[in-house]
């Protein structure tokens, strides 16, 4: 299995920035897809911003031009750097990851989330 920490959530103030991490720990071969999503209170979980192994990072609207991901396949960490934050960006954030382990078994993991309040 893979387990999925995520950290650097918080609370901060309209405009301020947080970066986000997520480290994958277990015996994995590779990882093809990450991505960020996130789940206000009473709201459907919505995709972020998406990275693939290969080809171009995906960002939902609302966050283009202030939300970058990134990641590290040698620390097998994800990013996002969230800048000028807003209110409405108020939300529960998940890492996703999916790819294939040592033994050729493919996975498809969550992790526990991390809370990011925007004070208006």
């Known amino acids: 299995q893979v387990q999925l920490v995520e950290s650097g959530g918080g609370v901060v103030q309209a405009g301020g920035s947080l970066r986000l991490s997520c480290v994958a720990s277990?015996?994995?071969?590779?990882?093809?897809?990450m991505g960020w999503y996130r789940q206000a209170p009473g709201e459907q979980r919505d995709l972020v911003a998406a990275?693939?192994?290969?080809?171009?990072?995906n960002y939902a609207d609302s966050v283009k031009g202030r939300f970058t991901i990134t990641r590290d396949n040698r620390k097998n960490t994800l990013y996002l750097q969230m800048n000028s934050l807003k209110p409405e960006d108020t939300a529960v954030y998940y890492c996703n990851m999916k790819g294939v382990l040592s033994d050729n078994r493919s996975f498809d993991s969550w992790g526990q989330g991390t809370q990011v309040t925007v004070s208006s």
């Open positions: 277990g015996v994995i071969f590779s990882i093809k897809s």
């Open positions: 990275i693939p192994s290969v080809g171009s990072t």
